[in-house]
C-alpha cells in the first residue's frame, strides 16, 4: 500500500477517540483531529468567519473577534437545521484540509507508515472510503455519559454503534483502562505496518 497507511478513528461522543489518537501518536503515527481543524477553521478562514457573521451576526464573535465556539454550539445544538446549515459549512473544508495532509504526507520523500486522522463523523459524512482502514472506539452507554458529564441529543443523529463496529476494520469497547486501550492500538499499529 501507498505510505502513509490512511487510518480514521471514529466512534460516539465519549467513547475515547481522542485517547485512541494520542496513543497513535506515541507509537509513530502522524495525527491530526478534525476538532482541531475546525478550531483553525473558525481562526483563520475568513470566508466561513463572513458566513457565519452573515447566518447569526455578532452573537457568535468574542469581542476579540473570534469565533464563540460556545455560541455556535449554543445555537446548532438547540436546531438541528441550524446544526445540517454549519455542517455543509465545515465539512467540505475539513475534508480539503484532510486531504491536503495526506497529499503532503505521500509527497514527502520518507513519508510516515501510518496518518491516523480522528473523525467523529466519519459514516455519517460518508468519508470512510477515503481511508484505508477504520478504527471504531465505542464504550456503553453509561460509561460515555459519566465522561462527558452532561446529557444531550447529539448521540440520537449518529448511526448506532453495532452499525459502526460492523463496518470497521477494527473496533475496541473502550470500557476499561487506558492502559487497555493503548494495548489494543499497539496492536492494531502493529498488524497495519506489517501489511
Known amino acids: 500500500m501507498t505510505r502513509p497507511l490512511a487510518v480514521a478513528v471514529t466512534g460516539g461522543i465519549a467513547a475515547g477517540k481522542s485517547e485512541a ?26 470566508e466561513l ?50 486531504e491536503a495532509w495526506l497529499d503532503e504526507l505521500r509527497a514527502s520523500p520518507d513519508p510516515p507508515a501510518l496518518a491516523v486522522a480522528e473523525i467523529p463523523l466519519l459514516y455519517e459524512a ?11 472506539v465505542t464504550a456503553p452507554a ?12 447529539r448521540e440520537s443523529r449518529l448511526l448506532p454503534d453495532e452499525e459502526k463496529l460492523r463496518r470497521a476494520d477494527f473496533a475496541y469497547v473502550n470500557d476499561g483502562s487506558l492502559e487497555e486501550l493503548d494495548r489494543f ?5 502493529e498488524e497495519l505496518e506489517s501489511c
Not at 509513530?28 to 477553521?41: N, Q, T
Not at 453509561?142 to 441529543?153: F, L
Not at 492500538?185 to 499499529?189: A, I, K, N, R
Open 21 to 46: 489518537l494520542a496513543a497513535f501518536a506515541r507509537r509513530g503515527a502522524l495525527v491530526s483531529s478534525s476538532d482541531e481543524i475546525v478550531h483553525r477553521l473558525y481562526r483563520e478562514d475568513e
Open 49 to 98: 468567519k463572513a458566513e457565519l457573521r452573515a447566518r447569526w451576526g455578532d452573537a457568535v464573535f468574542a469581542d476579540d473577534g473570534e469565533v464563540d465556539r460556545a455560541a455556535v454550539a449554543g445555537i446548532v445544538f438547540a436546531d438541528r437545521a441550524e446544526l445540517a446549515w454549519l455542517e455543509e459549512q465545515l465539512h467540505p473544508r475539513v475534508r480539503r484540509l484532510y
Open 126 to 136: 460518508r468519508g470512510e472510503d477515503r481511508f484505508d482502514k477504520v478504527v471504531v
Open 142 to 153: 453509561h460509561v460515555r455519559a459519566e465522561r462527558r458529564g452532561s446529557a444531550d441529543d
Open 185 to 189: 492500538v499497539q496492536g492494531v499499529v
